[in-house]
């Protein structure tokens, strides 16, 4: 019997190349020419929880337990959020993540003029201890992880995190979780920074150096890719952003005289899923082996747990389409198990009415099931690395990995990751980057669907989640009563301590801890650190 394969005759292809966000050119088929395991070194593909962690950073991963489910939530006033976390967490979400208002990430307490209509609107409004007390209010700080998406006022937010936990006996070596404090994206794709690069990565080494100590089962940075891909980048440069950032903080630690080992294991990250499902998926195996190989062959760490790359996961906001949102619950299951097959430690699923508004409560109890369901009936938990060894996955893995890695040395032979945020480099590559997507949207290169296909007219409306302009008013009416009831030399000496210290060397974040417990708030310390920081300003690329 013959084993000679018929020939086939070239059958028409819907278009003429086949490629990813990154410029892969995707071939049909592969087969082991296209990824000989020979050709790497051994270390590359070790098992699970080994260097280089190609396959997972821990050697269970989901059968040991699952990833944790953390829904990102927060508006209007502390009250509503906090009725929102614990309705979260009754129906089996095992993580908080907050979500705070625009002034509150830009350091301006509810009854600044700059405030004005933007209270509550965006996530959470907080400005005193008396706000964090009220969103935490019956949540068992020392058996939850409590994520809190902040930036340039992180150091303050985890401070009024720790006086809370204090003022209820619990210890900050009890507490675990994250901020997010990654300024150099802010510069590069967000935009909610105040100060220059300098003092950021000064307050930023100083937390590391406060918790190392004082918090040491907090997570100090998620260094995060997310909004560099929101903004429009590509999946390569989404790695390599990410990781050039990371390699930025560490060597200002280190060159602050702290060890790596002292800091590195409590680095986590923080990355976007979108819709090619396999890019994502070997994007973050790519992802974790180049940090592996980072942090031990750059920065000679020797623990294994700062080798580690552990990140958090967030389904794209920018895939969300107004048109037929129901569309939007299939993108982020597919979204989520990208994230689930790619190793993530934690994963936020968004809701289906996002690009309209703020979730409902039904919405957001859909995107926490879909979780639930990969985790429990889908069998994709009950596999370690279920995609390795694949052809192709293992091919783009590693095709991934050099268009990351030629990155990084482009940034590094401009001088670094600050030098190419202030010529505007950066993100020149990232708007021509999501120029290509939105001309391939409009020719119909690339189906949307609903948007510039498969459209159709609907006569439903959709419930949309409003915030009360009354939640503005509550709010700066409690927070003049606050300010009010403190005694003011007690403010004005501790805001005159975080200045002095602000000039100098001094770490800030005991200074933050003791003000806040004194009734000092956010925008107080931050107009503090302004006058002697000074603000930044964004350099404008065409």
């Known amino acids: 019997m013959s084993t000679e394969k018929p020939s086939k005759k070239p059958s028409r292809l819907r278009k003429e190349k086949f490629i990813t966000s990154s410029g892969i050119e995707i071939k049909g088929e592969y087969t082991s020419s296209d990824w000989d395991s020979s050709k790497l070194a051994a270390r590359d593909l070790n098992s699970p929880g080994l260097y280089p ?17 953390r829904q990102y939530a927060g508006f209007g006033s502390a009250r509503e959020s906090n009725e929102r976390y614990k309705m979260l967490l009754e129906r089996g979400q095992t993580g908080l993540s907050v979500a705070f208002d625009l002034p509150t990430q830009m350091g301006y307490d509810s009854d600044h003029v700059m405030s004005t209509g933007e209270v509550g609107k965006v996530g959470v409004a907080i400005s005193s201890i008396e706000d964090m007390e009220i969103l935490l209010k019956d949540l068992p700080l020392d058996k939850i992880s409590t994520s809190m998406t902040i930036n340039a006022t992180a150091g303050i937010l985890l401070s009024l995190y720790i006086a809370v936990a204090r003022r209820r006996g619990i210890g900050a070596d009890k507490l675990t979780g994250t901020i997010q404090n990654d300024l150099l994206k802010e510069y590069i794709a967000r935009g909610t920074y105040i100060y220059p690069p300098k003092p950021s990565m ?17 997570n100090t940075i998620s260094i995060s890719g997310y909004h560099i891909r929101e903004a429009g980048s590509t999946a390569a440069q989404e790695i390599a952003f990410t990781l050039a950032n990371g390699i930025t903080y560490v060597q200002s630690a280190v060159d602050r005289g702290l ?46 747990k700062s080798w580690r790359l552990r990140f958090h996961s967030q389904t794209a906001g920018s895939t969300l389409t107004a048109q037929q949102p129901e569309n939007n619950i299939v993108r982020v299951t597919l979204q989520a198990l990208a994230a689930v097959l790619g ?83 950066i993100q020149r590559e990232i708007q021509n980057a999501a120029y290509a997507f939105q001309k391939a949207v409009e020719t119909k290169e690339e189906i949307v669907v609903g948007v510039n296909d498969f459209i159709q007219k609907s006569n439903e409306k959709t419930e949309i ?9 509550e709010q700066i009416q409690r927070l003049t009563k606050f300010k009010a009831s403190r005694d003011a030399a007690t403010v004005k000496s501790q805001l005159s301590r975080i200045a002095n210290a602000a000039e100098g060397r001094d770490n800030l974040m ?11 708030t956010l925008g107080e310390i931050s107009d503090s650190l302004r006058k002697v920081f000074g603000l930044y300003k964004e350099t404008i690329t065409i």
């Open 202 to 218: 000064r307050v930023i080494t100083d937390i590391f150096d406060f918790c190392s100590r004082e918090v040491p089962n907090w």
């Open 510 to 520: 005991p200074l933050f801890v003791e003000a806040v417990e004194k009734g000092v």
């Open 53 to 69: 962690y190609t396959r997972g950073v821990q050697e269970t991963m989901y059968r040991g337990r699952f990833w944790t489910m």
């Open 465 to 473: 989640l409003k915030i009360s302009e009354d939640v503005a008013r």
């Open 343 to 425: 190793g993530t430690q934690s994963l936020h699923t968004n809701s289906m009415d996002e690009a309209l508004g703020l979730p409902t409560e039904k919405a957001a109890t859909i995107a926490l099931r879909t979780q639930q369901i990969i985790a429990n009936e889908s069998g994709v938990a009950d596999v370690i690395d279920a995609l390795g060894g694949s052809y192709f996955v293992e091919s783009l893995t590693n095709e991934l990995e050099t268009k990351a890695t030629d990155y990084i040395a482009r940034i590094e032979a401009q001088g670094g990751v600050i030098r190419c945020i202030e010529s505007g480099w």
């Open 259 to 304: 060890d790596v080992d002292s800091f590195a294991g409590r680095l986590s990250f923080f990355f976007n899923v979108h819709n090619n499902f396999f890019e994502e998926v070997a994007k973050f195996r790519a992802a974790r082996r180049m940090w592996a190989k980072i942090m031990k062959e750059r920065f000679g760490a020797k623990d294994d």
